[in-house]
């Protein structure tokens, strides 16, 4: 059968007429495999969620740099056990899956929310000063400026002198109604498409999923208005979620995710940007933001 | 529960000051509800696929103006049957859904080609000379222009003179090996996640699918490499590929497309790049290609 295009598997070819003279160019596997223990980071056990469903676990991380307040929040229901049993709502296609619960507008139903916020001012941007930032260079159709902080795609404007997170795949973001204060981070959301980069600037996102996407991306679409599912028995249970720090250490996920302020994440890029393997016949020459993976693994045992 | 961007139910309120004197600013929804019927095309059933599911039916337009010899041989195979009872073979999260026949590789057990070609040139792009194109004018990370072209997303090189399909969600593709003429639309491949631009000038775009891409892009991802189905029991049968044209005129679905070189097309590019609901706080000002929809519907009754 046909591959089409090997994405971390790709073959080692590198073309001689790619290479520089003092630094070969590598593939995205030789960047990775000859990465050094410095170029990645653990995950913090405070920003990190565990949201466990029958299928298997949801990693997510949180983005305290962007909203503190909402990941302040978001700790304290999840303290409370907010979400366990609460179930997936939503989930339309090509946009976004979301979680929360099915009776919040139900005053009688609702689900208390005990001593979290019902209200967060709006974390949509936050002053780009004080923030690490290692720009890409190769443009944007939304953003006077993109790159990384912290692991995370973003964005900034020098006019203005703000940054926001970028909706990219997996990016984790805080419903809200109309009123832009109305978000609490009780209902989330991820985005399992074409980055919606119009959300930009009006609304939290709070973090990303850092592993186990597909099983948010993967499940039915709701036939509803904006993909809610119409049915109660169509949503999908919620079991609980944990922060990480919650959780003995022993039992937690021995993650790491690669720092995006490091020559190896700049190398993964350009890894990324012009793919070196045999199969490709013109190399792009530039890349989105969010077409750039932002790896994570499981920590290598010291032995 | 809390909304999340109404898309194609936007509200109707129209923001005073984003009004222009003479035409105020629509919604999508108002763009829609206000088009001409000479805004909207009848699919070509020359060029239209049925792919049949189980779980329903995926309808593909084929794009003979940028792939004529694919197009011209996937008629052919599905003239021939080829495709029905073949099965779906990977799904690769974030990236693409992808079938054809799980033996293709077995020469005892591959299913024939019968008179399709078994090697196509590499329509990876052609002359841009001769080709409809309506420009977008909010730029774009991989190409020098970007636009429509016949109702699909399309890129084109002033430098060169070339132009090609873009990789947006819901392109279908013929998955080729290294060799570039390998492809011969007896496998492919359709774009679920972030747009992959870099296999633009890469492969051959044959198409798009124009409903149904739920029935492709929700479907477990495989655990193999680049999502393969490991077992041969994970991979979802094809029932049926046919061609509207040979379907009795009376089954055929009554698609119709909006004609993307019309003001109409060009107003709903702007409802979507700056949003006119009450939900949103900051209007993006640009809209990137793969973030325009193309709208399909079933053709009103004309009574």
Same mark, same amino acid.
């Given at each position: 059968?046909?591959?089409?295009?090997?994405?971390?598997?790709?073959?080692?070819?590198?073309?001689?007429? =790619?290479?520089?003279?003092?630094?070969?160019?590598?593939?995205?596997?030789?960047?990775?495999? +000859? /990465?050094?223990?410095?170029?990645?980071?653990?995950?913090?056990?405070?920003?990190?969620?565990?949201?466990?469903?029958?299928?298997?676990?949801?990693?997510?991380?949180?983005?305290?740099?962007? @909203?503190?307040?909402?990941?302040?929040?978001?700790?304290?229901?999840?303290?409370?056990?907010?979400?366990?049993?609460?179930?997936?709502?939503?989930?339309? !296609?090509?946009?976004?899956?979301?979680?929360?619960?099915?009776?919040? +507008?139900?005053?009688?139903?609702?689900?208390?929310?005990?001593? =979290?916020?019902?209200?967060?001012?709006?974390?949509?941007?936050? /002053?780009?000063?004080?923030?690490?930032?290692?720009?890409?260079? !190769?443009?944007? &159709?939304?953003?006077?400026?993109?790159?990384?902080?912290?692991?995370?795609? /973003?964005?900034?404007?020098?006019?203005?002198?703000?940054?926001? *997170?970028?909706?990219? #795949?997996?990016?984790?973001?805080?419903?809200?109604?109309?009123?832009?204060?109305?978000?609490?981070?009780? +209902?989330? #959301?991820? &985005?399992?498409?074409?980055?919606?980069?119009?959300? !930009?600037?009006?609304?939290?996102?709070?973090?990303? &999923?850092?592993?186990?996407?597909?099983?948010?991306?993967?499940?039915?679409?709701?036939?509803?208005? *904006?993909?809610?599912?119409?049915?109660? +028995?169509?949503?999908?249970?919620?079991?609980?979620?944990?922060?990480? @720090?919650? &959780?003995?250490? @022993?039992?937690?996920?021995?993650?790491? =995710?690669?720092?995006?302020?490091?020559?190896?994440?700049?190398?993964?890029?350009?890894?990324?940007?012009?793919?070196?393997?045999?199969? #490709?016949?013109?190399? =792009?020459?530039?890349?989105?933001?969010?077409?750039?993976?932002?790896?994570?693994?499981?920590?290598? !045992?010291?032995?």
């Amino acid at each position: 059968m046909r591959m089409l295009v090997p994405v971390l598997l790709a073959a080692f070819a590198v073309p001689a007429a =790619a290479a520089e003279p003092s630094r070969p160019a590598r593939t995205t596997q030789q960047v990775l495999a +000859e /990465a050094k223990p410095g170029d990645w980071r653990a995950l913090d056990p405070e920003n990190t969620l565990y949201l466990d469903l029958a299928a298997g676990r949801v990693v997510i991380e949180l983005a305290p740099a962007f @909203a503190p307040l909402h990941a302040a929040n978001i700790r304290t229901l999840v303290r409370q056990r907010y979400f366990d049993g609460l179930a997936i709502l939503r989930v339309q !296609d090509n946009f976004v899956t979301q979680w929360g619960d099915p009776d919040s +507008e139900n005053a009688d139903k609702a689900r208390s929310l005990g001593k =979290a916020g019902r209200r967060i001012a709006a974390e949509f941007t936050r /002053a780009a000063q004080g923030l690490a930032f290692t720009a890409l260079p !190769d443009g944007d &159709v939304y953003a006077p400026e993109v790159g990384f902080s912290d692991g995370f795609a /973003a964005a900034r404007d020098p006019a203005s002198g703000r940054a926001w *997170l970028a909706h990219c #795949y997996g990016a984790v973001g805080a419903g809200r109604d109309n009123d832009p204060e109305s978000g609490s981070g009780a +209902e989330l #959301y991820v &985005v399992i498409g074409q980055a919606p980069r119009q959300l !930009d600037r009006n609304i939290a996102l709070v973090g990303r &999923v850092v592993e186990g996407i597909e099983l948010l991306s993967a499940l039915p679409r709701g036939s509803g208005p *904006l993909g809610f599912y119409e049915k109660p +028995e169509q949503r999908l249970p919620i079991r609980s979620v944990r922060l990480a @720090a919650d &959780v003995p250490e @022993a039992q937690r996920l021995p993650l790491e =995710a690669l720092r995006t302020d490091t020559a190896t994440f700049q190398a993964l890029i350009e890894s990324r940007r012009n793919r070196r393997d045999d199969w #490709y016949q013109v190399p =792009a020459g530039k890349i989105d933001l969010c077409n750039i993976p932002l790896p994570v693994r499981r920590r290598p !045992d010291p032995a």
